[in-house]
Structure formats: structure tokens, C-alpha cells
């Protein structure tokens, strides 16, 4: 809990940054591409489909961080680790097969450090009770990772999750390592890792940290009238997750809705 308060923390003070870094590019000619819409999600997708979806997850969410807070800043990295490679399709946590044995989650920036997978399982067991064959397992990461959001943060990070992603088919470590971004990245690595995903310098800075900020008068000043503002890291924070969790999504045809969030069809 402890450490997830001092990410949050630090992630807050980052966004000093933000304003510093774009004005610097913007005179250099630096591009910021235009955010990804919500590419075809909807708030309340399962309204009429599934109508207890999201209160099922949150449920299982609540149980899962009340025997663990920890897992909960699992559940926020697991949205980020997932949406990154092949778009948020929870091609994630697809386990090892004959056919596939190196899916994603076996990279190295995956394990063995990434986790709350179990939380994931049980949501998705949950809402198959209730609702055979309707609910993604892309789509449970996603409202997983809001629900922790809103724990975590006492209720004030409170916001709604677009849905109606499908589950890809297609796994494979080597495409985490190509666009998870190692935390050897300087600032222009990682403005570029997020820039190739259609996200901005503001949602990267929201999600990023960087005690060098502490260091000039200027940005120490500015970390800390944007951390004494209330509500400002943490509305910043809503639209950055709802923006990296329509990342490539799957909607049409090229996906499925998987029976086992472990397994294709
Ligand atoms: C921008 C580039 C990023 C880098 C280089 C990076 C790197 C890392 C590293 C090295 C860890 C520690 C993993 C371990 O326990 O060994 C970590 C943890 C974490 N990251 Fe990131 N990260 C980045 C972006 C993000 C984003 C975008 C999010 C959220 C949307 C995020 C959320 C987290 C959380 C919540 C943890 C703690 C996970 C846990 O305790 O289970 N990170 N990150």
C-alpha cells in the first residue's frame, strides 16, 4: 500500500513536467499525435448484455484487495502491460501452450513481477456465472484496473470505463519486449514508446516518475502547486487510463470472446 501511495504520489508531482517537456518540443518541431478515441467502446456496453458485469468485477476486485491491497497496483500495471502489446485485448494472460510456449506473460517485463491474474480468473468466473460467453476478459482487465484505481485511491479516482473490447488471439513475449518500455528509457525513449501509441507527453508524464523534476527550483515549484491542487493529478489520471485502455482494441472480427481469460477458444 505503501509503495502504490508513493507511485501515485510520484506520478502526481510528474505531470510538472509535462507542461516544461511539451514547450521544450513544441519549439523543436515536436509532434504530439492526436489521442486514440474510444475506438468504437461504449460506457455501459453491458447494460442490456450483461447487466451486473461491472458490479460483478468490482466485487471481486473489492474481495481481492481486501485480502491484498498490493494486488491492486498489479491490476493498474496489468491494463498498461496488456493495452502496450497488441492492443487491450488481454493477449496478457494467455499461459503458455505446446503450440505458444512464450506468450506475453512469461517476458521479462511481465515475470515474474506482474500479478493479480488470479484476481482476473475470478472476476471472469464470476461474470461467466451470470452471464455465459458475454463478458471479455480484455474488457475485465480494463474494469479491473478502474476499480483498483477507485480503492486505491480512497474513492477519488472515480470515473467510467468504456467497454465492448474483444480477446485477441495471439500472444507472444517478444512483441512485450518491444513495446513495454524498460526503466533504462531516458525521457525521449519514453515520450516515443508512448507517442507510437497515439498517447501524449501529459499521459505519459501522468504515468511516469522522475525525482530529477525535485532538482531545478522551477519544476520543484511546479510539482508542488499541481500536488496541492485537489482533484488535479487525479482527473488527469481518469482520462489517461480511459485513453491507454482503447488502445488498439479488437472490435470487430479479429477478436473473441474468450471462455478461460488463460486460454483462446
Ligand atoms: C512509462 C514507462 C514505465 C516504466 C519504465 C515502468 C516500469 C516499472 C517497473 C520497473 C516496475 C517495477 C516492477 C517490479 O515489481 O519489479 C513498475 C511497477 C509498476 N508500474 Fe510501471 N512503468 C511504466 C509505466 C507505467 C504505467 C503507464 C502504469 C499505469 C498505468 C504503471 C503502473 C505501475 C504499477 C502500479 C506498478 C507497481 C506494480 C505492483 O506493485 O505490482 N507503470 N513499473
Known amino acids: 500500500m505503501a509503495r502504490l501511495a508513493a507511485l501515485l504520489v510520484s506520478l502526481a508531482m510528474l505531470m510538472a513536467a509535462v507542461t516544461a517537456a511539451r514547450v521544450e518540443r513544441a519549439g523543436a518541431g515536436f509532434y504530439t499525435p492526436p489521442s486514440p478515441s474510444t475506438c468504437g467502446l461504449k460506457i455501459g456496453y453491458y447494460h442490456d448484455k450483461c447487466p451486473h458485469a461491472e458490479a460483478i468485477v468490482k466485487g471481486v476486485v473489492a474481495a481481492a484487495l481486501h485480502r491484498d491491497p498490493g494486488v491492486g497496483a498489479g491490476l493498474i500495471r496489468m491494463l498498461f502491460h496488456d493495452c502496450f502489446v497488441e492492443g487491450c485485448d488481454a493477449s496478457v494472460l494467455l499461459d503458455p501452450?505446446?503450440?505458444?510456449?512464450?506468450?506475453?506473460?512469461?517476458?521479462?517485463?511481465?515475470?515474474?513481477?506482474?500479478?493479480g491474474f488470479e484476481v482476473i480468473d475470478a472476476a471472469k468466473d464470476a461474470v461467466e456465472a451470470a452471464c455465459p460467453?458475454?463478458?471479455?476478459?480484455?474488457?475485465?482487465?480494463?474494469?479491473?484496473?478502474?476499480?483498483?484505481?477507485?480503492?486505491?485511491?480512497?474513492?477519488?479516482?472515480?470515473?467510467?470505463?468504456?467497454?465492448?473490447?474483444?480477446?485477441?488471439?495471439?500472444?507472444?513475449?517478444?512483441?512485450?519486449?518491444?513495446?513495454?518500455?524498460?526503466?533504462?528509457?531516458?525521457l525521449g525513449q519514453l515520450v516515443a514508446n508512448f507517442a507510437a501509441k497515439g498517447l501524449s507527453v501529459e499521459t505519459w508524464a501522468l504515468f511516469t516518475?522522475?525525482?530529477?523534476?525535485?532538482?531545478?527550483?522551477?519544476?520543484?515549484?511546479?510539482?508542488?502547486?499541481?500536488?496541492?491542487?485537489?482533484?488535479?493529478?487525479?482527473?488527469?489520471?481518469?482520462?489517461?487510463?480511459?485513453?491507454?485502455?482503447?488502445?488498439?482494441?479488437?472490435?470487430?472480427?479479429?477478436?473473441?470472446?474468450?471462455?478461460?481469460?488463460?486460454?483462446?477458444?
Not at 147 to 176: I, T
Not at 215 to 230: C, E, G, L, W, Y
Request: aromatic fraction near 8%.
Open 97 to 115: 501452450t505446446p503450440a505458444n510456449p512464450q506468450p506475453e506473460k512469461l517476458a521479462p517485463p511481465n515475470n515474474p513481477s506482474l500479478r
Open 133 to 186: 460467453g458475454v463478458v471479455s476478459c480484455a474488457d475485465i482487465v480494463a474494469f479491473a484496473a478502474r476499480d483498483a484505481s477507485f480503492f486505491l485511491s480512497d474513492s477519488r479516482v472515480s470515473f467510467d470505463m468504456p467497454s465492448g473490447r474483444l480477446d485477441g488471439r495471439y500472444s507472444n513475449a517478444s512483441r512485450a519486449l518491444d513495446f513495454l518500455p524498460p526503466p533504462t528509457f531516458n
Open 209 to 265: 516518475s522522475d525525482a530529477s523534476l525535485l532538482a531545478s527550483p522551477a519544476t520543484a515549484k511546479m510539482v508542488v502547486d499541481n500536488a496541492n491542487i485537489p482533484g488535479w493529478w487525479e482527473d488527469r489520471f481518469k482520462t489517461a487510463m480511459v485513453k491507454m485502455a482503447a488502445v488498439e482494441v479488437k472490435t470487430g472480427s479479429n477478436g473473441e470472446i474468450r471462455r478461460h481469460c488463460r486460454a483462446v477458444n
